[in-house]
Each structure stands twice: as structure tokens, then as C-alpha cells.
Nanobody, 116 residues
Framework: QVQLVESGGGLVQAGGSLRLSCAAS????????MGWYRQAPGKQRELVAR???????SYVDSVKGRFTISRDNAKSAVYLQMNSLKTEDTAVYYC??????????WGQGTQVTVSS
């Protein structure tokens, strides 16, 4: 089992920045890919960014150039730096990990609200 705890969400004006953090605990040696999903009201959950164990990174097109994902393996943590936020970035953001046995774990979610 892996437990994930997010922090860093909140309310910000359009154009502002937020940094999300996620700390993993439990069976951390099994963690492979780490990332962030988000779900806006009435929409499906989407993968925002992910970082593979070797450091390869991918982003959804809508956040490229604005969001930066990083991980600290020593701390079993993953971060999402969000700059130039837009109202359409408003969503609940979920930390996600996939273990080496392809089991997915999710955090409880943190609300990000971007006002115009």
C-alpha cells in the first residue's frame, strides 16, 4: 500500500502561481511513475503531468510551458509548479503514483481555484 498526501492548493487570480506538493508513504520502494491528475466539475479526470522513474516527463498540451513537474526520490515526493494559471485550470488536483506492479494509488485531492 502507498499513501499519498497533497498540499498547496488554494485560490489564486488568473496569471498567478501555485505549487502543489505530494508526499508518499508506505511501500515507497514500489513506486514507479508519479504524476498529477485533475478533475473539473462535469468533466472527466485527466492526466496533467507525469514523471517516470528515469526522469522522462510528459504534459497534457493545455499546460505545456506553464506547469512543471518534478520529483524528489529521497523524499518520495512529487511537485507541480503551476504558473500563468488560467480559469480553466480550476479543478481538484490529485496526486497519483503507479507502482512497479502497475497498481495505481491516489491522494485525497486538493482544490485549485483560479479567479478571473
Amino acid at each position: 500500500q502507498v499513501q499519498l498526501v497533497e498540499s498547496g492548493g488554494g485560490l489564486v487570480q488568473a496569471g498567478g502561481s501555485l505549487r502543489l506538493s505530494c508526499a508518499a508513504s508506505g511501500n515507497i520502494v514500489s513506486i514507479g511513475t508519479m504524476g498529477w491528475y485533475r478533475q473539473a466539475p462535469g468533466k472527466q479526470r485527466e492526466l496533467v503531468a507525469r514523471i517516470f522513474p528515469g526522469g522522462l516527463i510528459s504534459y497534457v498540451d493545455s499546460v505545456k510551458g506553464r506547469f512543471t513537474i518534478s520529483r524528489d526520490n529521497a523524499k518520495s515526493a512529487v511537485y507541480l509548479q503551476m504558473n500563468s494559471l488560467k480559469t480553466e485550470d480550476t479543478a481538484v488536483y490529485y496526486c497519483w503514483v503507479r507502482t512497479v506492479t502497475a497498481t495505481d494509488y491516489w491522494g485525497q485531492g486538493t482544490q485549485v481555484t483560479v479567479s478571473s
